[in-house]
């Protein structure tokens, strides 16, 4: 079974403040994604990673894949209250048929 | 405008009392999950339909069962509900089942057994 931990499990900010979690695992996924999931609500896709050592931005959130595609980063510039939210992260296996493998997430508080 | 729609969004069921839940599609998707997620928790895969093929994970729970009916819709049936099963029950689509195709996340129901 492959594993994604997450780190750290709970980050309390400050608005304006920047912040990374992080996802990593001793296996290789195919592709990784990453969700953010609001209270009482089911996770939405932010992204999509699939190469190795790829960044893609979506406004102030920047997310990198590892060069062995073992790990995946989420940075995020100058949060927001709006930012809140439980991200997950979630891998496959393979490029084929194959069902995601999600992380515990990461429980991010932007305060005001 | 909705795409994924659970139903009911918050159920309460006594032990041992048999519960379904409902989940349906706009987006006319192949494919059909069930998660768990209980609080701190990642969810957790129970099965998924690819069309009518029903594939049911290794550990899921002989207690959880589910039917697809027809494309749109997907139910999920706890047989009998025991405290352990209290958690969010998240149903999700995806086009195909390719490791990188996104998944559709309805809001989930919230099921608490007394």
């Known amino acids: 079974t492959q594993l994604l931990e997450q780190s750290p499990q709970f980050l309390s900010i400050q608005e304006g403040e920047n912040l990374t979690v992080y996802c990593n695992s001793s296996?290789?996924?195919?592709?990784l994604q990453w969700y953010r999931q609001e209270p009482g609500e089911g996770p939405v896709l932010l992204v999509t990673?699939?190469?190795?050592?790829e960044v893609k931005k979506l406004k102030r959130l920047t997310f990198q894949f590892g060069d062995a595609r073992k790990d995946s980063s989420l940075h995020i510039t100058a949060a927001q209250p709006g930012d809140t939210g439980l991200y997950l992260c979630?891998?496959?296996?393979?490029?084929?048929?194959?069902?995601?493998?999600f992380g515990k997430g990461t429980m991010l508080l932007v305060s005001p | 405008d909705a795409m994924v729609i659970q139903n009911p969004r918050y159920q309460v069921t006594q032990f041992g009392k048999p519960v379904t839940l409902s989940c349906s599609q706009t987006?006319?998707?192949?494919?059909m999950y069930w998660y768990q997620q209980k609080s701190s928790q990642a969810p957790k895969l129970l099965f998924h339909y690819y069309d009518k093929d029903f594939n049911n994970e290794a550990d899921t729970p002989d207690n959880f069962q589910s039917r697809r009916p027809n494309t749109s819709f997907c139910f999920l049936d706890i047989r009998s509900p025991g405290l352990g099963d209290a958690a969010m029950y998240l149903c999700?689509?995806?086009?195909?089942?390719?490791?990188?195709?996104?998944?559709?996340f309805g809001p989930g129901t919230r099921l608490t057994v007394l």
């Open positions: 296996s290789v996924f195919s592709s």
């Open positions: 999700a689509t995806s086009r195909d089942i390719k490791g990188s195709d996104t998944q559709y």
């Open positions: 979630a891998g496959a296996p393979n490029s084929g048929y194959s069902t995601l493998t």
């Open positions: 990673v699939v190469t190795g050592g």
């Open positions: 987006l006319n998707h192949n494919v």
